[in-house]
């Protein structure tokens, strides 16, 4: 190959790269912005200010809401996110148990198919553990539909549910859902302090 | 010359091949119109005016909405959804939902209610919604919206 070729593709290739990437930074930088802060404390009211995008929509009205835990673009299976909130729930300060998980017991019955059972119901500071056992995985998905879809009289905030282990054809299957209060996020990077608030 | 020049656009070829995957995650708008009913059951009790869709039948019913997110995606990701009701009656709730491709693992944001500010009941209302994606790029990613008599759904954005 001649030098002309190989200096004409070096240069090919750096233009291209820098107004791809010259393109890219600002969307890189607006995306992360929602997510930048950090879980809000329970006590204080949450600082949060409309990303960009709503001051390109003035007409249309925005709903104040908390900051959410900082994301990562970390990969996490559904194993380690059952895994990292199941550490943040045994970490988790004692609240209001009793009326919480009452309430809650009573709605997870309600939405639960016949041939599936509650197995426990426990609820610390902002984060609601349930576990439930289903003959099969339609009936576990059947708990899923009725109890998290959005007429569903379970309390509205964020909740992460998941079967644990693989399912085997004809075994009973156990499932564990955390259920985080309205107003809060399920606190899946932060798994110390944050929920002893 | 015309080596030259073949030369030259297969360079060009090849840094397109290594520099638009990572342009290629643009944001997007979704049209409610592009969802669908939830339940085929309830196919006509939706009508449509541009990209949105209104609950016609005297009963809730429900509307579902895929949202496309450019792979790799991985943590957290976010969208707005903006929904609509001329009065309280008109309620329209929503909640995200993250899934893995097994559907034995979901994650759901948290349910947004229109009805629970009033100022905003009369005009498009916007709320961004986030969930935590199960498993990655297996996972797939939808808003589910519960519609009164009259609530209108205009769509969803990243």
């Keep these: 190959m001649k030098p002309t070729i190989i200096v004409i593709a070096f240069a090919a290739l750096c233009v291209a790269g820098y107004t791809l990437l010259d393109d890219v930074q600002p969307r890189e930088v607006a995306r992360s912005e929602p997510r930048a802060s950090p879980l809000p404390a329970r006590t204080t009211t949450p600082a949060w200010t409309p990303p960009e995008r709503s001051e390109r929509r003035p007409d249309i009205a925005v709903e104040h809401q908390p900051a959410v835990a900082a994301a990562s673009d970390e990969a996490l299976s559904a194993g380690e996110i059952q895994d990292k909130l199941q550490t943040a729930f045994g970490r988790a300060a004692l609240g209001d148990v009793h009326d919480s998980t009452r309430g809650l017991e009573v709605a997870i019955r309600a939405a639960l198919p016949a041939s599936s059972k509650l197995r426990s119901v426990e609820c610390r500071g902002s984060l609601c553990r349930v576990e439930t056992t289903h003959p099969d995985a339609d009936e576990f998905r059947a708990f899923v539909q009725a109890t998290f879809q959005p007429s569903s009289s379970i309390p509205s905030g964020p909740a992460f549910v998941s079967l644990v282990g693989e399912p085997v054809a004809g075994q009973p299957m156990t499932a564990v859902a955390f259920l985080s209060q309205p107003g809060t996020e399920l606190p899946v990077r932060e798994t110390t302090a944050s929920l002893e608030r | ?158």
């Design chain 2, 1 to 158: 010359m015309s080596n030259l020049a073949f030369k030259s656009l297969f360079v060009a070829a090849l840094a397109a091949t290594v520099f638009l995957p990572a342009a290629a995650s643009e944001a997007r708008n979704f049209p409610a119109r592009s969802g669908s009913s939830a339940f085929h059951a309830d196919a006509d009790c939706w009508s449509p005016f541009g990209g949105s869709v209104t609950n016609t039948c005297p009963t809730p019913r429900h509307w579902y909405l895929p949202i496309i997110f450019d792979a790799p995606y991985f943590g957290t990701v976010s969208a707005w959804v903006i929904v609509e009701g001329q009065f309280l009656s008109n309620n329209v709730s929503c909640r995200m939902t993250a899934s893995n491709m097994f559907n034995t693992a979901f994650s759901f944001s948290e349910n947004s209610n229109l009805t629970m500010l009033m100022p905003v009941v009369g005009s498009p209302f916007a709320r961004l919604h986030h969930v935590t994606v199960p498993d990655g790029t297996n996972s797939v990613v939808s808003v589910d919206c519960l519609v009164n008599p009259g609530g209108r759904v205009h769509g969803a954005s990243h």
